[in-house]
């Protein structure tokens, strides 16, 4: 199994700063592509940035040059710095995972953590 366990999340601000942290654990073979989205009240769920084993990006529109998107592949870990926040981007952010995990045949995985709540005070 793949655990994911999100943290970083807040109240903030406009116009502030959060970071948001996802540790992965498991029994991993290893990460395909990881990524962030977001879920605001009412709303679908969203992509905010991916990253894939090749370090390239993607972003929203909408966070283009304000969010940045990193991984740590020592410790199986993504980052999403979040710069310049607005009331737009408050939202429950859930961390995305997809690679293979240990099995008899290896097995492939796309895991989400629990979430994470980031609200943007105007």
């Known amino acids: 199994q793949v655990q994911l366990v999100e943290s970083g999340g807040g109240l903030v601000q406009a116009g502030g700063s959060l970071r948001l942290s996802c540790a992965v654990s498991g029994s991993i073979v290893s990460i395909t592509a990881m990524g962030w989205y977001r879920q605001a009240p009412g709303k679908q769920r969203e992509l905010v940035a991916t990253?894939?084993?090749?370090?390239?990006?993607n972003y929203a529109d909408s966070v283009k040059g304000r969010f940045t998107i990193s991984r740590d592949n020592a410790k199986n870990g993504v980052y999403l710095q979040m710069n310049s926040l607005n009331a737009e981007d408050t939202a429950v952010y859930y961390c995305n995972v997809q690679g293979r995990r240990l099995g008899l045949p290896i097995k492939t995985f796309d895991s989400w953590g629990q979430g994470t709540q980031v609200t943007v005070s105007s």
């Open positions: 990253i894939n084993s090749g370090a390239s990006t």
